[in-house]
């Protein structure tokens, strides 16, 4: 039995005698109360033997919570591994992938799946069809424009362990093809996961599998679900009512029985690290998954991580690409706005944030009745201000934290407190005027609207995201991954501020410039067509060289080529260790770190602690991760009173 007690030095099954009047229902999987330590706690059944192999006394457990098992063998296995890979604790996996119990709905009977909610489809999508469950889509020409594509769809219609990381064409519906591929398992006989970074790329695919599958074939799981409805699509798996399930990362401990494909998309979306303990990644859960289970495993994207690029250099998976060719003939025409030619052209387009180009661009899609799409880093108004006089950042008296201007005609406010800055007056020159420092989409949408007088001007960010727009002219702003579909493409995609994105103190940065570039230019038309990327970038950068040539698989072997050198994540393996000054060191002392390890830091972290790096081989990662462990339960056998956040591969290094 796990108990829900969250110590490592108590991560270790525990044996507890079943009560005679309880011998029916407690059975592996079952949740129960236990006493534990004088206290009542939760619990789950991992198995039922005849004997133990404890010396003392045992316990009775205490309660039976309910009959229904939820926990399968194989999500129990998994949730071990995982545990084991994160240096975490069964219960916390556990916790991650059981969602909570809903009596009522327990309660209800067995019948048809429910639908998961309206869906917004395509105006010319054909009514779902019912089709046989060992049926096999026919209609796959979707996959013929990558030339190991189509044997990828056999390999999952076989039954056999295909692994491939896809980069789609421009401009490719990858739900459909998504859909296709989960139609070629469900008609092997198997079931399928899928998990994507958000509710807006889960309802796309949830459609796609509805005219594919017909309706009822599947479920959708998500946090956002609530609490009745998530438990109801987790019961639907788990009693074999569905062989697919689609979601965001809560999907990727789904109980499917008989798993033959697990894919995500997007991999590179730092919304698939779970931010709770033991912070697993969704794409390492699911490629777990595909390891211990012997199934195919799909991760595809417009962009290419590390780690996605470390699985084809090392073997593990194929990449499915298409022909030179093809992509030039499908991508937009791509056009850096600070190379040497274009400054030759217009002085102005080092400074100006909108240059003559991109004007120019976006005046030509518009007159042609093409929308255009306005890429913005940043959200809100005008994010950050500094003052107008000595281009000093505009601070918080009271905190010192950044000031922000909501609207064109409010008053400045704290972005940490809150609090209005009305008598604001700059410390080093007591200047009182303000100026935009950071320009946010709001104001982007303000601006476009002047420059594009009775055009119509929307907005897609946090307040409220578009899901698709229509064929005519428009101009949309969006922040990253709120870009909403616009119906035949965009006329021409504008990325501005690229700056925000290149500069931030991130490993990553540049890796997840392009990422948000090329999900943003993907909705581009072809150039044959009419589409234009119009990119306010120097044309030199690498990232910027990956989006002209739209190939992220070149940036890709790049980017891991210099991490491998300089001996960054994934070509080694970190643990993070976050905590007050003295609980880390009391930590450290504690660990065996195995040999060759590199111990980096000590820096500053959030609320006054201190964070340590620990840098090994990939070789040597389960065995960090155990010594993790190890040393972390010595601190709690001893009571130490101030916790430790150990992290494996955190995404935030610097």
């Given amino acids: 039995m796990c108990v829900d007690v969250p110590l490592p030095h108590l991560d270790r099954p525990f044996d507890y005698l079943v009560p005679a009047e309880l011998d029916d229902g407690v059975q592996p999987g079952t949740r129960v109360r236990v006493r534990f330590a004088g206290q009542l706690v939760a619990g789950w059944v991992l198995d039922r033997v005849a004997a133990s192999g404890h010396d003392g006394k045992l316990a009775f457990l205490d309660k039976l919570v309910s009959p229904e098992r939820v926990l399968s063998a194989e999500i129990a296995a998994l949730a071990r591994t995982v545990a084991d890979r994160y240096a975490g604790h069964l219960a916390d996996v556990l916790r991650l992938a059981v969602p909570p119990r809903h009596a009522r709905v327990e309660q209800e009977p067995s019948g048809p799946v429910p639908e998961p909610g309206p869906v917004a489809a395509p105006t010319d999508a ?16 979707g996959w013929a424009a990558y030339p190991s594509g189509p044997a990828f769809l056999r390999a999952v219609a076989d039954g056999r362990p295909a692994r491939a990381v896809w980069a789609p064409l421009p401009g490719e519906d990858w739900p459909a093809r998504y859909a296709e591929a989960i139609a070629a398992t469900v008609g092997a006989g198997r079931g399928a996961v899928a998990v994507l970074p958000d509710g807006r790329d889960v309802d796309r695919l949830d459609a796609a599998l509805r005219r594919v599958l017909g309706a009822g074939r599947h479920v959708v799981l998500t946090a956002a679900l609530g609490p009745a409805r998530r438990y109801r699509a987790f019961l639907a798996a788990r009693h074999g009512l569905v062989k697919v399930v689609v979601g965001t990362r809560a999907a990727m401990f789904a109980p499917v029985a008989d798993l033959g494909l697990v894919a995500i998309w997007d991999d590179g979306d730092d919304v698939h690290a779970e931010p709770r303990a033991p912070y697993p990644h969704a794409r390492e859960v699911l490629l777990t998954r595909a390891q211990l289970g012997g199934v195919a495993a799909l991760l595809g994207g417009f962009a290419r991580s590390g780690e996605a690029q470390q699985l084809v250099e090392t073997g593990w998976a194929r990449e499915i690409i298409a022909a030179r060719a093809t992509v030039r003939r499908r991508a937009p025409r791509v056009t850096p706005a600070g190379d040497d030619a274009q400054l030759a052209r217009d002085a102005g387009a080092a400074t100006a944030r909108l240059p003559s180009l991109a004007f120019a661009t976006a005046r030509t899609a518009l007159q042609a009745g093409m929308p255009v799409l306005v890429q913005v880093p940043r959200r809100g108004y005008l994010p950050a201000v500094s003052c107008a006089d000595c281009r000093a950042p505009a601070r918080c008296q009271h905190c010192a934290g950044p000031l922000a201007l909501p609207a064109a005609t409010a008053t400045a406010q704290c972005r940490w407190c809150g609090r209005p800055a009305a008598g604001y007056a700059c410390p080093h020159c007591h200047g009182r005027r303000l100026r935009a420092a950071v320009t946010g989409a709001r104001r982007t949408a303000e601006e476009l609207g002047r420059a594009f007088p009775g055009t119509t001007v929307r907005t897609s960010g946090r307040d409220e995201v578009l899901t ?83 190939d992220p698989g070149w940036f890709a072997a790049r980017e891991l080529a210099d991490r491998r050198e300089l001996g960054f994540p994934p070509a080694a393996r970190m643990a993070s260790v976050t905590g007050p000054a003295e609980a880390v060191a009391e930590l450290l002392a504690a660990l065996r770190m195995p040999d060759g390890a590199e111990l980096l830091g000590p820096v500053p972290a959030a609320d006054g602690q201190e964070r340590m790096l620990i840098r090994v081989r990939r070789s040597q990662a389960a065995e960090l991760a155990r010594q993790l462990r190890v040393a972390a339960g010595t601190r709690t056998a001893r009571r130490a009173g101030q916790p430790v956040r150990i992290q494996i591969d955190p995404l935030d290094l610097l």
């Fill in 126 to 141: 054909a009514p779902p069809a019912t089709v046989p469950p060992d049926a096999v889509p026919t209609d796959a020409a």
């Fill in 468 to 550: 698709s727009v229509p064929a005519e002219p428009a101009v949309v702003v969006a922040t990253p991954g709120a870009e909403p579909v616009a119906a035949g493409g965009y006329g021409a995609v504008l990325l501005l501020d690229t700056w925000a994105l290149l500069t931030r103190a991130d490993l990553r940065a540049a890796e997840e410039a392009l990422r948000r570039w090329l999900s943003a230019a993907a909705l581009a038309r072809p150039a044959a067509d009419g589409g234009q990327v119009v990119v306010i970038a120097d044309g030199g950068l690498a990232p910027v060289q990956a989006l002209l040539r739209w």
